[in-house]
């Protein structure tokens, strides 16, 4: 819809100063292409970092302190918002303040802090776990629109919490404009910098349990006799891991599990050009945007087809169940392998991560945020 009028908008940027992951990133990316909008209306963005002070010239930038997130949510924001007297506010990661009477559009990335089949384990901290099972059923209660990034949380919001399907709606995320081909020149000296001489696959997310890494050590040991590849891991720290050393030593890999740790992004997309193929085993997604960029990437794709998986990848990636080590290994040897297979994989990657855009996502959120300030 086009708004009658110019409207105030604020946006609740906290998610902005989380250490990594995807809600970082999507937010990050959302919000540079909604202030990119030609749309007369005007934006303020609350900050909790002050390093983030001046990334958004296009906005007015607000940093407000606050000694924990419960009270930068719930008494820093709200009180400033009273004194703004915004017409719409974007709450981009999960819950809304307390006490907010000003129309809001609410953001939801999964609903792992509760129970699901999918991954009956808790995945965050305790302290995390409890804020957001307090927070988010009044949240969604409170909020004017629901904002998801897949269908599959959609129906997760549904399905968990019984708030109606007419206040949701899926704004996808995209790979950014990072990743992309580069020129085998500039990704060699990144391999080069981490040793990498001989060909691998690749994974990159964080080492929490649902990310499945351990089935991946596992499916690359049974697969590596037949393999003269690494396999290269770079990972931020998961809240509660799953060790997979007694898979390296069972399978006496030592030498071929590379584990790298948090990279540069820089380096991160000339890893995706340089890889085999990426493969992402994860048990439970709210969408899972490591696929997605390694195909923008021009990087084969071995997914799991768990949960949200599925409308990541399309028919463009080599699927299996996260339970199926076996078919994993398989799929290692085939995209080694099968030159033919690889190439495919590259060509349906690049066609599918073109089908996302975080242009047409602002578009989206914009029309949220006018119609929840009507």
């Known amino acids: 819809m086009i708004a009658s009028r110019p409207l105030h908008i604020a946006i609740s940027a906290r998610a902005l100063s989380l250490p990594f992951g995807g809600v970082r990133e999507y937010v990050g990316a959302l919000l540079r292409e909604l202030l990119a909008l030609d749309t007369p209306h005007r934006f303020t963005i609350y900050y909790s970092d002050p390093a983030l002070v001046g990334?958004?010239?296009?906005?007015?930038?607000?940093?407000?302190?606050?000694?924990?997130?419960?009270?930068?949510?719930?008494?820093?924001?709200?009180?400033?918002?009273?004194?703004?007297?915004?017409?719409?506010?974007?709450?981009?990661?999960?819950?809304?303040?307390?006490?907010?009477?000003?129309?809001?559009?609410?953001?939801?990335?999964?609903?792992?802090?509760?129970?699901?089949?999918?991954f009956p384990q808790r995945e965050y901290t305790w302290p995390d776990t409890l804020y957001m099972r307090a927070f988010i059923p009044p949240s969604l209660r409170k909020a004017r629109s629901i904002a998801t990034i897949s269908q599959w949380t959609a129906n997760d919001i549904v399905r968990l919490t019984g708030t109606p399907p007419v206040k949701i709606h899926v704004i996808y995320p995209a790979a950014g404009p990072s990743y992309r081909p580069i020129a085998a020149a500039d990704s060699l000296v990144v391999r080069a910098k981490y040793g990498?001489?001989?060909?691998?696959?690749?994974?990159?997310?964080?080492?929490?349990?649902?990310?499945?890494?351990?089935?991946?050590?596992?499916?690359?040991?049974?697969?590596?006799?037949?393999?003269?590849?690494?396999?290269?891991?770079?990972?931020?720290?998961?809240?509660?891991?799953?060790?997979?050393?007694?898979?390296?030593?069972?399978?006496?890999?030592?030498?071929?599990?590379?584990?790298?740790?948090?990279?540069?992004?820089?380096?991160?997309?000339?890893?995706?050009?340089?890889?085999?193929?990426?493969?992402?085993?994860?048990?439970?997604?709210?969408?899972?945007?490591?696929?997605?960029?390694?195909?923008?990437?021009?990087?084969?794709?071995?997914?799991?087809?768990?949960?949200?998986?599925?409308?990541?990848?399309?028919?463009a990636a080599l699927t299996f169940s996260p339970d199926d080590v076996g078919t994993l290994a398989r799929h290692l040897r085939a995209v080694a392998g099968d030159q033919t297979l690889r190439e495919r994989l590259?060509?349906?990657?690049?066609a599918q991560a073109q089908q996302f855009s975080y242009a047409h996502a602002a578009w989206q959120l914009r029309d949220l945020l006018e119609s929840a300030a009507g």
């Open 55 to 118: 990334s958004h010239p296009r906005a007015t930038e607000v940093v407000l302190r606050a000694p924990h997130k419960f009270f930068w949510d719930h008494t820093a924001l709200p009180l400033r918002l009273r004194n703004d007297r915004p017409d719409v506010v974007w709450f981009p990661h999960n819950v809304i303040s307390l006490g907010c009477r000003i129309p809001a559009v609410l953001t939801i990335y999964d609903l792992l802090y509760f129970r699901v089949p999918e």
């Open 196 to 315: 990498l001489a001989r060909p691998f696959f690749f994974y990159a997310g964080i080492l929490s349990a649902r990310k499945n890494v351990r089935l991946l050590v596992e499916a690359f040991g049974q697969a590596s006799n037949d393999l003269p590849h690494d396999l290269v891991i770079t990972a931020g720290r998961g809240y509660i891991e799953t060790p997979y050393d007694d898979v390296i030593a069972r399978y006496g890999i030592e030498g071929r599990v590379r584990r790298l740790g948090l990279v540069p992004k820089e380096d991160l997309v000339a890893l995706y050009n340089q890889a085999e193929a990426f493969v992402f085993p994860s048990r439970y997604e709210g969408f899972g945007i490591p696929p997605l960029e390694a195909m923008a990437c021009g990087c084969p794709v071995i997914c799991s087809n768990a949960t949200s998986l599925p409308e990541v990848v399309g028919d």
């Open 346 to 350: 590259v060509q349906a990657g690049l």
